[in-house]
């Protein structure tokens, strides 16, 4: 599901980028200090150039070679500073970027489970990426130049007025104009702008979706289908864009047309003044350097003002990630001995208009029980072990972990009291020894054999890589058994009290199945084992049965215990 950002107040939007300023203010200041130093070498430059040229024309004293090598020292000097410019940009830059992404990132992992499940990934992605680069920067890079800019402006005007004021004056004429253009183009490109990114957001769904998926797209034969939909899509895109450039070129022509008005102005002024011999040479070209000096800035400044809007829209959806909620913090809760699991009226709906999946519910898992959770589709057996995780919490209702002395609510921090299996292929890129990791950072290969073969996973060994075997996305280069038994061994090397297996030994055969839950059952008699399951046969005698039901009225939700 694709939300839609918000429009935020301006006010809001630079009070947000000025918090991320200050992160990175390092960077700020150094750019900040280079572009100044740049701007003050220019307008030596302009100095020295006229004094060049009046030593030349013998309007002025002094020895040229002298005047030569402070221009050849000037250039130099700039030289310098936009090598160290680039180093800058390279270091710190990428420094920032990856500072931001990771911050966006941790905060993504650390999120309520269902509020970030409700915004489709390919959209966060784009904004983990292109929005965050954007933002750093128009702050670290932008923001800089637009204080040499304004610090060019200022100069440059004091040194014309100091030669000419009428003249300086001349050249300012067109900033109102300037200001309330630019206050109508960032209102209107700030909204064309929200669209072309929400626009992008689609189209990099679509392209995730469809490489995730690609093996259903191909089987179903729909490659023409989801072509046609990112065409579409794409064409959107293509249709915005053109909006968009129409409107900027538009204003920039008019902008332009207004500084080459000042500009052909200035210069007139200028030939009459040297006509007349009120000026030299040098003060003449000097004129036209110290114009461009002012009008520039102005030309960059319509340069930036993309740039800005592309970080208010990309700030506005950084933002709305911020306000997905974060679980609340603490230290992992444990409890010292293998806890039973108890739901007390618990009652849960997906949303406030949807059905009830579980309505006044009732059930207890006894410390180191063994039971199996089935039931028809949809009738509630995922979100149950949702519940116990604490991914998502009951609408009314407690859920409750207890031993013999202590008794605690479930929540983000009881996390460690469970080791999760998912069904599915849940295996990440790399080796299998990263893999198993995961479950235990610090797992010898003794440790890491053992859960294996109680996994059932003994194959790992007879591969020409055993333990380092790359796995591609997906647990590509293994079968969905192999992959699935991976993920089995992976959860067994986790130490907690508590093992959830939700479908999890779907792909395997029934042999290999009950081989593994043998295992199980045998080795791991300390902890409390929960699984979702639709193979009754590979039950054992101890086993409790949950039968959940979706009755024709969503209270209807019966359960009971079957003992075998």
Known sequence: MLK???????????KWLWSILRRHRLQVCLNTLLGCLTVVLDFAFIGTTKWVIDIATHKSTGLLPIAAAWLVGILL???FINFGSKWIKAILGVKAQNHMQLFYFN????????????????????RLERDVTDVVNAVTETTPAIVAVMVRVIGAFLFLYSMDAFLACLTIVIIPFFILLSKLYMKKMRKLTRNIRNTDSRIQSVLQESIQHQMIIQTLEQQPTMAQRLSNIQQNLQQQIRIRTKFSSISSSLLSAGFMGCYLITFLWGANRLAEGTITYGMMLAFIQLVGQIQGPFRDLTRFIPIFVNAFTAGERLMQLEEIPLEPTGNSTTLKNSPGIRLSHITFSYNKQGRNILYDFNFDFPPQSHTAIVGETGAGKTTLIRLLLSLIHPTQGCITLYDESHTIECCAATRSCFTYVPQGNTLFSGTIRENLWLGSPHANENEMKKALQEACADFVFE???GLDTACGEGGVGLSEGQAQRIAIARALLRPSKILLFDEATSSLDIQTEKRLWKNISQHYTDKTLIFVTHRLNIITPQTRILHLNKLSHSSDIENKVDPQ
């Open 463 to 465: 591969l020409p890589q």
């Open 77 to 79: 000097t700039q030289l």
């Open 4 to 14: 839609l950002t918000p429009s935020y107040s301006t006010g809001k939007l630079l």
């Open 107 to 126: 905060r993504l992992l650390h999120s309520e489970w269902k509020e970030r499940n409700e915004r489709h990934s390919g959209d966060i992605l784009n």
